[in-house]
């Protein structure tokens, strides 16, 4: 069974930076896609950053690029959004996700983690 668990999530000014904590368990992830997704409220969900785990390939919403990073840690299991710059639109609940290579849609999903951006 896998497990995300994000964490990270908090309240920062306009400019400020955040980083972002997804925790994978239960699988070995070689094969797998990682994902961050956002929702504001009374907004959908939408795609932020995703990261091929084995291959290091990144992938960003064009609303993002430039001021947020995707990476991973093997060793831990881990993978991290570094947010700089950022802005009130950013606020949203941000939710870690995974997905083997070969499918299209995302299987697993974290709890969320909260992201308010005050200005």
């Known amino acids: 069974q896998v497990q995300l668990v994000e964490s990270g999530g908090g309240l920062v000014q306009v400019g400020g930076s955040l980083r972002l904590a997804c925790s994978a368990s239960?699988?070995?992830?070689?094969?797998?896609?990682m994902a961050w997704f956002r929702q504001a409220p009374a907004k959908e969900r939408e795609f932020v950053a995703a990261l091929n785990w084995s291959g290091g390939v990144t992938r960003y919403a064009d609303s993002v690029k430039g001021r947020f990073t995707i990476s991973g840690d093997n060793a831990k299991d881990t993978m991290y959004l570094q947010m700089n710059s950022l802005k009130p639109g950013d606020t949203a609940v941000y939710y870690c996700?995974?997905?083997?290579?070969?499918?299209?849609?995302?299987?697993?999903w974290g709890q969320g983690t909260q992201v308010t951006v005050s200005s």
């Open positions: 996700a995974a997905r083997l290579l070969r499918d299209r849609g995302y299987d697993y």
């Open positions: 239960g699988r070995t992830f070689s094969n797998y896609v």
